[in-house]
């Protein structure tokens, strides 16, 4: 799930002194030569969490930052196609149980290990351990359907699945599958949640240098780079500075001062609070939108006519709308619209309707009201406990409000418990909660897999059901995309009468990028790339 945005406004004079303060160390002022370093500003505050290690760690933070350390198999080039990176080529049997790669016999780590078959056999292996913990990861590698990685020679990989595993080539791309150097996995795998200098180590065109948590991480360029993806190229900046800035005003505040030289996870409401020569990029997140996930199989949500009536109940147009300034679009399907199998069809097909809401209530039973106008059955309120994970932006704080407010004029009561981390996972891994919130970023439909399987390690909603569990496992072997798109179709249209998950808006990177910046580029996540760039 992506990193939250801050919680609050810094008035203008507060903001400029923070700016300044945050990134003393790095810059004197927008005027000075910073020729050879780039500063980038990022909501970075859970890295320092345990979230340093992206084939561990779920927040989108941890593989925007370790893009440039970490390199894959394939990239994964804008129109979707795949180009060859630390694989030369790949062949896929018949049935697409076997992937065989061609890998480079050029490539070395930043500490001078050599990449070669066994470096991936490693690292793949580590991702599938138990003991590594790690969830996404492993579900992108196939999960169940894992079977082993084989080293054919030196410089041939072989990874080898149960059964067909359509995903595998996209999921090949990212930095969730991207490689550490073996000396480290043998030596320091248990620090690589934190992360640092000498631990941190990939192939990647930037070496992690130097690492502040909280503060700072900084990556030098790689010098021996010279296996950049196709198209891509290898940097021509020395120093890459990551700034840790939690608070959404100072990144907005140092982007258009020139003190930092682009920031990403902007909100909404202060895109047009970058001054100055800054440009903003807005690239809509692929996956699964910002939702809430109804737990169907504790509480009020056990009941299908509940959940359908919370749905119709929110005017999430007009919320979306006035709290997120027209940046983000209202949602309609559990897949976004840059999603590869996204329903169309379901575009304006279930708007708020209070009347609807209502009458579904009725002929649920919850006819009685208390004093409170929240309505009653058998002795019971119509109330459901919704858990959130701290720290919540105000905009997602705003939106909550005005879910709470609409369903409580349908006598539906949503208490909202903001929680740390321990507490929220206290319970949300016993599942005694009635609702929770998060968005999912992923190019390929099988994300769903993770959120509505059976065994799926977020099905937050609890769907238990053999016919989706078929679906999801129709999906995942077919490498069909028309066959693919039919089946994510079905499954998009199920959740629309089901109602296990409700799509709210579908989530934007914004990024502002200041005027020394050129050559920047962007992944299909919206994620920034630094192949190639340079500065003035």
């Known amino acids: 799930m992506p990193v939250p945005f801050a919680r609050r406004l810094l008035p203008i004079a507060a903001l400029a002194a923070a700016a300044a303060l945050a990134l003393s160390s790095c810059a004197s002022g927008p005027g000075d030569d910073r020729a050879g370093e780039i500063v980038w500003g990022v909501d970075g505050s859970l890295l320092s969490s345990g979230h340093m290690d992206p084939q561990v760690s779920q927040l989108d933070i941890s593989a925007m930052v370790q893009r440039s350390v970490l390199d894959s198999l394939v990239f994964q080039k804008p129109d979707g196609s795949f180009a060859p990176w630390l694989a030369t080529s790949w062949t896929v049997n018949e049935n697409s149980t076997a992937y065989t790669f061609e890998l480079r016999d050029d490539v070395t780590f930043h500490d001078g290990t050599p990449f070669d078959a066994t470096a991936v056999k490693t690292n793949f292996d580590r991702i599938m351990d138990p003991a590594t913990a790690s969830t996404q990861a492993a579900s992108m590698l196939g999960g169940p359907f894992y079977q082993a990685t084989e080293v054919v020679d030196p410089h041939t990989v072989t990874v080898r699945f149960s059964q067909p595993y359509a995903p595998f080539l996209q999921a090949a791309s990212t930095a969730q599958l991207g490689f550490y150097s073996p000396k480290v996995l043998a030596d320091h795998a248990d620090e690589l949640k934190a992360g640092g200098p000498g631990i941190t180590v990939g192939?990647?065109?930037?070496?992690?240098?130097?690492?502040?948590?909280?503060?700072?991480?900084v990556y030098t360029r790689n010098h021996d780079y010279a296996w950049?993806?196709?198209?891509?190229?290898?940097?021509?900046?020395?120093?890459?500075?990551?700034?840790?800035?939690?608070?959404?005003?100072?990144?907005?505040?140092?982007?258009?001062?020139?003190?930092?030289d682009l920031v990403s996870q902007l909100p909404p409401n202060l895109v047009s609070e970058v001054k100055g020569a800054a440009t903003v990029e807005t690239r809509e997140e692929p996956g699964l939108p910002y939702s809430l996930y109804l737990n169907e199989k504790y509480g009020v949500f056990a009941d299908e006519k509940v959940r359908q009536a919370f749905s119709r109940a929110i005017d999430i147009d007009t919320a979306v709308e006035k709290i997120f300034f027209g940046e983000f679009p209202r949602a309609w399907s559990v897949l976004g619209p840059t999603t590869p199998g996204y329903d169309s069809s379901l575009e304006g097909s279930w708007p708020v309707d209070p009347d609807l809401a209502n009458s579904l209530l009725d002929q649920a039973g919850w006819t009685q009201r208390d004093a409170d106008g929240i309505r009653m059955k058998d002795g019971q309120r119509l109330s459901a406990r919704w858990i959130a994970w701290t720290p919540v932006p105000d905009d997602r704080a705003a939106l909550a409000?005005?879910?709470?407010?609409?369903?409580?004029?349908?006598?539906?009561?949503?208490?909202?418990?903001?929680?740390?981390?321990?507490?929220?996972?206290?319970?949300?891994?016993?599942?005694?909660?009635?609702?929770?919130?998060?968005s999912f970023s992923g190019v390929d439909a099988d994300l769903l897999r993770s959120h509505l399987a059976s065994d799926g390690f977020q099905n937050a909603s609890q769907v238990s059901d053999p016919q989706i569990d078929a679906l999801l496992a129709k999906g995942v072997a077919s490498t069909d995309p028309a066959a693919r798109a039919a089946v994510y179709g079905e499954l998009q249209q199920w959740n629309a009468q089901h109602i296990a998950i409700v799509p709210l808006y579908v989530p934007a990177s914004i990024t502002a990028v200041g005027e020394r910046v050129s050559g920047l580029g962007f992944d299909l996540y919206g994620r920034p790339l630094f192949f190639g760039v340079s500065v003035k």
């Open 401 to 438: 409000n005005a879910i709470q407010s609409d369903l409580k004029a349908v006598g539906f009561e949503v208490v909202r418990e903001v929680l740390e981390p321990g507490a929220y996972n206290e319970q949300y891994v016993p599942k005694t909660f009635d609702l929770t919130d998060w």
């Open 203 to 217: 192939t990647g065109p930037y070496e992690l240098t130097g690492y502040t948590p909280d503060q700072e991480i």
């Open 228 to 260: 950049a993806p196709e198209g891509q190229k290898a940097p021509e900046t020395e120093t890459l500075r990551v700034q840790i800035l939690p608070e959404a005003s100072v990144r907005a505040g140092v982007v258009s001062s020139g003190e930092a």
